[in-house]
């Protein structure tokens, strides 16, 4: 199947401080990419969608302006979690829509923020 | 996406196939059934979909009812790097902009 491929696999920051996490589509071009969130034992809960130049559509209690995505080009969108603090520690999973429909997920990030 | 109803959990003896089942009996015409299947710390991993006909591939095979209210995923000889969490979710064939919606999955734990 199709590689999406997400960096970092995992990220210490402090609070208080910024960090972005990629997402690749390394053998296919992507409109459209996706950003989940999932916390210890839970399932994946969709943040929003990002679309290859144009603004992201953020699902309902997700704040735009903390969770910054950018999908500059058809096989890149990053994820800026800005100010972070200890709640917004979470494992972020990315995935990209190719061609025939089928969407492929990345590793996934695990963000610990101290 | 129409709701999947998945049991929370499943055992099955390595060597053995394993039958995952999942119920979406609001399913409409024009949605496919995919399965996910996620291993502990890392992505999801896309297995198989279908829209009304069995499929089969190198990972499963896909049984889909004639009424398509349910289905079931076979993995024909299960080991133990099968134990996972396996998600059936139910999308629109235009896919598009509509990310996946995750229940909660079935827990398969393969047993030595």
């Known amino acids: 199947g199709a590689v999406v491929s997400q960096h970092p696999s995992r990220v210490i920051c402090k609070s208080g401080t910024s960090v972005k996490i990629e997402c690749r589509s390394l053998?296919?071009?992507?409109?459209?990419m996706f950003w989940y969130r999932q916390f210890p034992k839970q399932s994946l809960m969709l943040m929003a969608t990002?679309?290859?130049?144009?603004?992201?559509?953020?699902e309902q209690g997700v704040e735009k302006d903390k969770f910054l995505i950018n999908h500059a080009s058809l096989t890149l969108s990053t994820l800026t979690v800005t100010s972070a603090h200890p709640e917004d520690s979470s494992f972020y999973i990315c995935?990209?829509?190719?061609?025939?429909?089928?969407?492929?997920f990345g590793e996934g990030s695990w963000l610990t923020v101290v | 996406d129409a709701k999947t109803t998945q049991p929370p959990s499943m055992d099955c003896a390595e060597g053995r196939a394993a039958n995952l089942p999942c119920n979406h009996s609001?399913?409409?015409?024009?949605?496919?059934v995919y399965w996910y299947r996620q291993i502990h710390s890392q992505g999801p991993q896309y297995i198989i979909h279908?829209?009304?006909n069995n499929e089969t591939n190198e990972m499963a095979s896909l049984i889909i009812t004639e009424d398509r209210k349910s289905s079931t995923l076979i993995l024909p000889h299960a080991t133990l790097r099968d134990t996972a969490v396996y998600y059936c979710?139910?999308?629109?064939?235009?896919?598009?902009?509509?990310?996946?919606?995750f229940g909660k999955g079935t827990h398969l734990i393969i047993q030595p």
């Open positions: 979710i139910v999308r629109y064939s235009g896919g598009g902009a509509d990310g996946l919606t």
């Open positions: 990002s679309n290859e130049g144009s603004k992201a559509t953020y």
């Open positions: 995935s990209a829509r190719e061609g025939g429909n089928t969407i492929y």
């Open positions: 053998d296919f071009q992507a409109t459209t």
């Open positions: 279908g829209l009304k």
């Open positions: 609001t399913i409409s015409g024009n949605e496919y």
